[in-house]
Structures are given as structure tokens and as C-alpha cells.
């Protein structure tokens, strides 16, 4: 069987520096918000050359923390992609916000910056984008879009870490980015972790008291706060993650120019674009038959996974919040869309397999 994802094959490599990272925490005696989350801070912000990273405990968090730092009024209007995962729109929502969901282009799966414009009113704050499946957004016009109408810019980047537009890396052309390091992400802890990311001095300072009690000095309280501290131990993974996540990239990248060159054209395959650097979170194809072909995938001993089968305006929790509008693209990728395995732990020959089994469906 080739598993959609080993997440115990994918981290073997590390494993030995991951072993002595534990025992150097354990050791050290210090859990929370020591050195080694000052540290991966440090080292996460360099790597993107930006000022500020504060970790925090989720990607969830990072975003809903990372906007609550803007303090717009209660009621603004956050332009959204219609087909992003529930987390984006679900930080907007917990921040008193009002998500305005833009379709996504069909070629890319991204925000369409041709239909943002129509969506912004004088209520609108900001635009929350994000980089889906490790593909980045057009970011030369969405910059444009964002000086026109003078907007902030938060960049979800859960799924984009190393991915860059035009050599400029997702995550340093907004106001403030989130990231989050699931462990099935591409810098993946061994637990749940996430960052925001800023160049702004204040927004940083804002981020990093709300993720502790909104607090700077212990016992001290400047602002309504939450708990949300990335923890001591998954920091030290990270810092062994960030060490080698090029290399995870380049690997992904690799298998996934096999699907690009191999697999038959009756599947829509992921654009290429000279001026994207994807760094393949999720490598998806579209079929009009996806049911029956994940079906035959998984007959054939390949387990795949949709990103993702329902869109989030359909979602019962989304009654009453996103109302009366339809997304017809969005709906169209929810049931077309299928992910192939293409992790860390995956060989060049368990895609090769792969595309053999997919191009006799
Ligand atoms: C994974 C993900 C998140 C949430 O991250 P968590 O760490 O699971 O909270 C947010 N946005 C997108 C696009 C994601 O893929």
C-alpha cells in the first residue's frame, strides 16, 4: 500500500536530531517560552528576511491573534478565497469580522484578483489571502489592488512555507503573515505549533502579549490576552525542520515534476508558471470522475485524500455568517479535486507507480 502520508517515514531522517533536541529540552528544565522558541523565532524570521516571528500555538491562532494586532473596528470586511480551508475564514469570524469570500481563479486555485474589486466596499479593511496547495498567489496584482484601496494584506501561508512569487518568498509581502507547523504541513512539528510573521514593530509587540495573557512583564496585564505559546519542545523540533526544509522542498519538488512530465493529459494537472516556486503542500489533479478514480487509486493499494470535498460556504457552521451568495468555481474544485501522495517519506519510484496505475484509469 502506498500511504497518502507516513508521517513516521517522513520525519525518519530526522530522527537522531530530533532525540537529541528532547533530551537538550528535557535537560534544560525550561517548558515554556524559553530559548529554543526564541531561537526558532529568530531563525524563521531570518530565513524570510523579515523583523518579527512570535510563535504561538496553532495556524489557527496565528491568524486569528495576527488580526485581532490590527484592531479594526468590530463588523469590518476581510476578503477572503471562497475555497480556502474553514481555518481562514474561521479566524475572521472569531475576530467580530465579516469574511467576504472571493472566488478562485480556475487555472491556479488561488484568489482571482480580476474579482476582488468588485467585492470591496467602504467597510473593507483587508484582504486575507492565501497561498494554497504551497502555490503561491498573483502577487503583482494583489500588491496593486492592496495600494489602490489602501488595504492591509495577511498572508495565510500554512501551506506555503519556501514558496516564493518572482524570488520573493510568501509570508514578507503582506502587513503581517501566519504560519502553521502541523505536522503534516512542510515544516511540520511533532504536535501543533504555528507563527505570525511581521516587519511591523507594533503589530509584533501586540501578537506577542496576546499570545500570553497580554502580558509583557509576568503578572502584568497590558491587553486581553489568550494562551497561546508555541511550546518549548516543538520549537526545538522546528529548529531541526528549518535546518532541512529546503531539502524537503526540493524533494517535493522533484516528485512532483514526475506527475508534471508523466501523468497523461485526461488529468487537469497543477499550472506552472515561471514566475510561481510552489513548494507542493499538495500536489492535486482534477478528474470530472474524481469519486470513481480515488476509488480505483485505492483499489490499486494508492490512498489519496481531497482538499477539500465540501467548501466552506456549505458547511453548517457557516449558516447565517456567509449566506445567499453561490461559488460556482469553488464547488467546482470541491468535487473534481484529488491530492496524490507526494511527501518527505515518498521515493521517485512510488510515483512512478503511481502515474502507471493512474494513466490506465
Ligand atoms: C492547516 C491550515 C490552517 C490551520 O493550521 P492549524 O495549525 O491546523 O491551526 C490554516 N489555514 C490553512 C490554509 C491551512 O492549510
Known sequence: MIEYENLGESNKKFFSEYLAA????????????????????IDFAAYHYSKH?????????????????????PG??????????????????????????VEPDIRTYNIDPARIEEKITTNTQGIMIVHLYGKPCEMDKIME?????????????????GAKFNDVLTGTFGELAAFSFYPTKNLGALGDGGAVLTNDPKLAQTTRRLRNYGS????????????SRLQEFQAGFLSVKLKHLDEITAHKRKLAAIYDSEL????????TDYKHFDVFHIYNIRHPERDRLKKYLLENEIKTEIHYPEPPHKQK????????????????????????????????KDIYRIVEVLNKF
Open 53 to 73: 516571528c512570535i510563535g504561538v500555538n496553532s495556524g489557527l491562532d496565528a491568524l486569528i491573534l495576527g488580526l485581532r494586532a490590527f484592531d479594526f473596528p
Open 145 to 161: 489592488i492592496k495600494k489602490k484601496h489602501n488595504l492591509v494584506l495577511i498572508e495565510d501561508c500554512a501551506q506555503s512555507h
Open 317 to 348: 457552521a457557516m449558516e447565517g455568517i456567509i449566506s445567499g451568495e453561490s461559488f460556482p468555481i469553488s464547488e467546482e474544485l470541491h468535487r473534481t479535486t484529488l491530492s496524490l501522495p507526494i511527501s518527505f517519506g515518498h521515493t521517485e
Open 216 to 227: 509583557d512583564v509576568k503578572y502584568y496585564n497590558e491587553i486581553v490576552g489568550y494562551n
Open 76 to 101: 469590518s470586511e476581510i476578503i477572503v478565497p471562497s475555497n480556502t480551508y474553514i481555518a481562514t475564514i474561521l479566524a475572521i469570524v472569531h475576530c467580530g469580522h465579516k469574511p467576504v469570500l
Open 22 to 41: 528532547f533530551q537538550y529540552t528535557l535537560n534544560s528544565g525550561w517548558y515554556i517560552l524559553g530559548n529554543n522558541v526564541k531561537n526558532f523565532e
Open 264 to 271: 497523461s493529459g485526461k488529468f487537469i494537472k497543477p499550472v
